[in-house]
């Protein structure tokens, strides 16, 4: 089947960040705030640097990997808890406007419309400088990203699935809304939120990196790859690899988890694919 | 056409609204003005001449009647930074980032459009897959590391393009090609399906099967049926440049009004964020009803089968 190679090396792509998060505590065993000013701005092993700091140190000396495998963790932790977020406020709004109908549907379905027609950032942007960006906000912040997505999808597939017949069974038999939305619509629709779920992962892994960069996002001494390329942007004319490590980190995971949506899309929903 | 028009312009009325509300609602939940104007260790009959004179004293619903009426006629309040109206700072920066934004929609549609099509009339070939892959990295790429990539290429190992500032043209190649390539991008992907859809439509093929000049066919049957997709993900592309222009700004040091909405961010400037935030959300919202009433304008079928 067309794409299979693309899975195969989008996932296992995407396992081996996982493994290199999860892994951080072991591969840099003293944390990535250690300092090493002996040897500040140490060029990466294959410039001549030393295996002592495989991908050089920054400007306070301290490890580039150590830095990379700790920001990846807490990019993906930050990101995944942010997509859990989102597909659960969505799903919920569009199934209750779905079985709810009439005026909250409306309202709901206004709500959702004028969300989608502006650009995510800039509300976030008048939150974070009203309530300043602590961890736990700017995560549900991040969260929120896309939510509009989810609650169109769950709510008009929701309004087709529950004139199929299982649906209208489950109602004869007197069950209540609440158990024939979630027990047996939910099931049949989430195929579809998934796939959604898969295409939103990466954006908000961008949006957490550019606010992060913008210094609007996760702050010192927390790391992430997304401030990790904004602090060695000054160094950029004398010591790249700060940069480029974590850059690069970016490319790849938006990258393949794109990838990984996209096929995901076209193959559990042939009429979805635009043959891209 | 009417109808139609009517409910465009109250779709667009509401979302404006609900903008405003919000904006208002955070304005208000954000902890109160006296403290962070006075200081938190404000003497309680201060406290209330100050919320007397703001008016913050007043029923909700009379100070959001307020603030819409402010909004209405420009008043969106203060910058603390240098004490002068929001909207004429704002207003100050304006013309630096539009020409950005300019030049970088004109590159993303010269760039964009022609490598979609060429991809989809040679749907299959190398070609076809080397800008499909081109138009997917650039896609999934975030601007600033565009940028940084950029700089690192032209500004600090080539050392041929300044890398900060708007001062001369030269400093314009780097912000522009960083903010056009997601564009560009978006623009060849939706070019690339929506001509693949249209070769396959019966009236294309009939007009080919006929003999017909291949410049007839595809200037009087390809073009106008391709441009719709394409006109209509301008919304779409508006939305990406301002979020685009805020990060491109910051990263080349481009005294625009994203380099503001940033600085005005960090600085709790609310004033300021305020007025780019409403500005640029009712900017969308124009945006997005041109290209409908646009859209339903040159395809009656739209105008018909949406309600």
Same mark, same amino acid.
């Given at each position: 089947m067309k794409g299979t190679g693309v899975l195969i090396g989008a996932s296992s792509t995407l396992v081996l960040l996982a493994v290199l998060g999860l892994a951080a505590p072991v591969i840099a065993p003293d944390g990535h705030e250690s300092i090493d000013l002996l040897s500040r701005l140490a060029p990466p092993v294959f410039l001549g640097g030393s295996f002592e700091h495989p991908l050089g140190?920054?400007?306070l000396g301290r490890d580039i990997l150590a830095r990379l495998v700790y920001s990846i963790r807490v990019t993906i932790v930050i990101a995944l808890v942010a997509t859990m977020i989102g597909a659960v406020?969505?799903?919920?709004?569009?199934?209750? $406007?779905?079985?709810?109908?009439?005026w909250l549907d409306e309202t709901l379905m206004l709500i959702v419309d004028a969300q989608a027609a502006l650009p995510y950032i800039l509300l976030v942007l008048l939150v974070l400088s009203a309530f300043g960006s602590e961890l736990q906000y700017f995560v549900v912040l991040l969260g929120l990203y896309g939510w509009e997505r989810y609650a169109r999808l769950a709510r008009s597939q929701a309004v087709s699935a529950r004139e199929q017949g299982y649906a209208l069974a489950i109602s004869a038999v007197?069950?209540?809304?609440?158990?024939?939305?979630?027990?047996?619509?939910?099931?049949?629709?989430?195929?579809?939120?998934?796939?959604? $779920?898969?295409?939103?992962?990466?954006?908000?892994?961008?949006?957490e990196s550019s606010l992060s960069f913008l210094g609007l996002g996760v702050q010192p001494p927390q790391t992430s790859l997304g401030n990790m390329v904004a602090f060695g942007r000054d160094y950029l004319m004398t010591a790249w690899w700060i940069v480029a490590a974590p850059a690069v980190v970016i490319l790849i995971t938006s990258l393949a988890f794109t990838l990984l949506g996209e096929t995901l899309r076209d193959r559990l929903d042939p009429t979805l694919a635009d043959r891209s | 056409m009417t109808s139609y028009v009517s409910v465009k312009l109250l779709r667009a009325f509401v979302t404006t609204f609900i903008l405003v509300t919000f904006a208002f609602t955070v304005l208000r939940m954000s902890g109160d003005p006296s403290t962070a104007v006075l200081g938190l260790d404000v003497?309680?009959?201060?406290?209330?001449?100050?919320?007397?004179? *703001?008016?913050?004293?007043? !029923?909700?619903?009379?100070?959001?009647?307020?603030?819409?009426?402010? &909004? #209405?006629?420009?008043? +969106?309040?203060?910058?603390?930074v240098g004490d002068r109206p929001a909207i004429s700072v704002v207003l100050d920066r304006l013309p630096q980032t539009l020409t950005l934004m300019g030049a970088a929609l004109a590159l993303?549609?010269?760039?964009?459009?022609?490598?979609?099509?060429?991809?989809? +009339?040679?749907?299959?070939? !190398?070609?076809?897959r080397a800008i499909i892959a081109g138009a997917t990295v650039g896609y999934c790429v975030p601007d600033f590391v565009i940028g940084i990539l950029l700089i690192l290429l032209f500004g600090a190992t080539l050392q041929i393009l300044p890398i900060s500032g708007n001062a001369s043209l030269a400093h314009y190649i780097?912000?522009?090609?960083?903010?056009?390539? !997601? =564009? #560009?991008? &978006?623009?060849? %992907?939706?070019?690339?399906?929506?001509?693949?859809?249209?070769?396959?439509?019966?009236?294309?093929?009939?007009? %080919?099967? %006929?003999?017909?000049? *291949?410049?007839t066919t595809a200037l009087r049957h390809i073009v106008p049926n391709a441009s719709i997709p394409v006109i209509t993900i301008f919304g779409l592309v508006l939305g990406g440049l301002v979020v685009g222009a805020t990060v491109t700004e910051n990263?080349? @040091? *481009? !005294?625009?009004?994203?380099?503001?909405?940033?600085?005005?961010?960090? =600085?709790?400037? &609310?004033?300021?964020?305020?007025?780019?935030?409403?500005?640029?959300?009712? @900017?969308?919202?124009?945006? =997005?009803?041109?290209?409908? &009433?646009?859209? @339903? *304008?040159?395809?009656?079928?739209? %105008?018909?089968?949406?309600?």
């Open positions: 140190t920054d400007e406020v969505g799903t919920t709004v569009g199934l209750l $406007a779905a079985a709810a109908g009439g007197g069950a209540s809304p609440a158990r024939l939305y979630l027990r047996h619509i939910l099931p049949n629709i989430s195929s579809a939120l998934i796939v959604t $779920a898969t295409l939103t992962f990466p954006q908000i892994v961008l949006l | 003497d309680a009959a201060a406290q209330e001449r100050f919320h007397e004179r *703001w008016g913050l004293d007043r !029923p909700l619903t009379e100070q959001f009647a307020d603030y819409l009426r402010d &909004l #209405a006629v420009g008043d +969106f309040g203060r910058s603390f993303a549609l010269l760039i964009g459009v022609p490598l979609g099509g060429l991809a989809a +009339f040679r749907y299959g070939t !190398p070609a076809d780097m912000p522009v090609l960083a903010l056009a390539a !997601p =564009n #560009a991008s &978006l623009f060849a %992907r939706i070019t690339r399906s929506a001509v693949l859809d249209v070769l396959s439509q019966p009236h294309v093929i009939a007009a %080919r099967m %006929r003999g017909l000049p *291949w410049s990263v080349f @040091a *481009w !005294p625009g009004v994203g380099q503001l909405l940033v600085t005005s961010a960090r =600085n709790r400037d &609310l004033a300021v964020v305020q007025t780019i935030v409403i500005l640029g959300g009712v @900017a969308m919202v124009l945006a =997005n009803l041109m290209v409908d &009433l646009f859209c @339903a *304008w040159i395809d009656p079928r739209i %105008r018909v089968t949406s309600r």
